[in-house]
């Protein structure tokens, strides 16, 4: 494994003398909000001064519209997070050709096993679940409160 250590800031101050990275630290670190302001409508809060507000911005419509979003685990993903530290694959790893090694290998696969079973009898619960809701009868609202 390979670790890159990291880069120090670029110290220029001039905000067109920096790219990538360099311009994404000093835009976030000197984004400004613009004052409060009472107009004929109202008071204005939290208006952006559109100054160094490029990355900032960008960040902002990217939670908004959800467009970065998590990947579900692979089965074989949850079954590791599942596992205790010292049966996961890396401790394992570290551990080959040392005594007690094939008594490791049988934990994890017991383990596993245990794990497994475990998370299957959880999606049986969860459809058993989804099926006496389906077949009660009763009106289900999935979507929250929808207008009709």
């Known amino acids: ?13 001039r905000a067109h003398e920096l790219f990538d990275d360099d311009l994404l630290r000093y835009q976030l670190k000197n ?9 004929a409508t109202g008071e204005a809060i939290d208006d952006t001064l559109k ?3 490029d990355f900032g911005q960008s960040l902002q419509m990217f939670y908004m519209k959800q467009l970065i979003t998590n990947t579900p685990l692979t089965p074989e993903e949850q079954v590791e997070a599942e596992m205790p530290p010292e ?3 890396q401790n394992l790893a570290q551990s080959y050709g040392q005594p007690g090694y094939p008594e490791l290998i ?7 096993r245990r794990v497994e079973l475990q998370m ?5 619960r969860d459809e058993q679940k989804l099926r006496d809701i389906f077949s009660s009868g009763r009106r289900v609202r999935l979507l929250g409160n929808l207008r009709r």
Do not use: F, G, I
């Open 106 to 112: 049988m934990r994890r696969q017991a383990e596993r």
């Open 87 to 89: 049966l996961s694959q």
């Open 1 to 13: 494994m390979t670790v890159y250590r990291s880069v120090p800031a670029n110290e220029s101050l």
């Open 51 to 53: 100054l160094d507000d």
């Open 31 to 39: 984004w400004r909000w613009r004052d409060p302001v009472l107009s």
């Open 120 to 124: 299957e009898e959880e999606r049986e």
